[in-house]
């Protein structure tokens, strides 16, 4: 069970942890640098207990695109990478379903329609040998005043609203004070979801159809502030 928090005592708690997570951010930059082995593992078979990261399209599947042809997969990519980082130097074994731009389907697959079926085919393998996923996107609305993170659970797992909840207060206290948006349940449209037997979480970090928001989205910066609100709410959940 999840206690309900007083709210000031939690800031103060996930400035705490932000600070401890850019600390440990400059190492793995340091360590990166330093051409350390122990920084990857991408995809494969997900041992017992790993947490999977899910940068969302990649390849010839962009994912949505904004208005600049900014694309979402690349975006995606740049905020999964640090949180991948983050949570490895924390002691959590992670992996990810890709840390390039590609697709993951089957080598043998041809058209692009069977291409991305194959891929989410093999994401879904993945995510159901991990201990619980993060799956990271950004939203696209046709019109361009919606703006904050959405964050959809899984449905077969009662956990993966804990989850959910816990990176909600996380990213609202550090980053999106006037975010109101509640959680939503995954639908049967949202493959991942609706099939993952483990607990799973889907993050729209934000909305490229939205001019004040892509620019933060593009902000490597703000990109890696996004991971620290996501690992910090991992943290609170794993407590
Ligand atoms: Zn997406």
Redesign the pocket.
């Known amino acids: 069970m999840k206690r309900r928090w007083k709210r000031e005592p939690i800031l103060k708690l996930l400035l705490v942890i932000c600070c401890i997570l850019t600390a440990i951010y400059m190492a793995v930059q340091v360590a990166r640098l330093a051409g350390s082995p122990a920084m990857k593992s991408v995809g494969g078979a997900a041992g017992e207990g790993v947490i999977l990261i899910d940068p ?2 990649g390849g010839a599947d962009g ?2 695109s904004a208005a600049d042809g900014t694309m ?1 997969k690349d975006i ?1 990519l740049q905020i999964a990478l640090p949180l991948a980082d983050m949570l490895r130097f924390l002691g959590y074994p992670v992996e990810m379903t890709r840390d390039t731009d590609r697709s993951i389907h089957d080598p043998d697959v041809t058209t692009i329609k069977n291409q991305k079926i194959s891929d989410m085919k093999n994401r879904l393998s993945l995510v159901n040998e991990s201990r619980l996923t993060i799956s990271i ?2 939203n696209h609305f046709p019109q361009t005043q919606y703006f904050g993170t959405q964050i959809f659970y899984g449905t077969n797992n009662a956990e993966s609203v804990l989850l959910a909840d816990t990176v909600r207060e996380s990213v609202i206290g550090l980053l999106q004070p006037e975010n109101t948006r509640e959680l939503k349940k995954g639908t049967k449209d949202i493959y991942l979801l609706h099939n993952a037997k483990v607990p799973i979480i889907l993050v729209e970090c934000g909305f490229l159809s939205n001019t004040a928001e892509l620019q933060k989205l593009k902000d490597p910066s703000y990109q890696q502030n996004m991971a620290y609100a996501v690992a910090c709410g991992l943290l609170e959940y794993d407590q």
């Open positions: 969302g399209h994912g949505a979402e995606n996107h950004e």
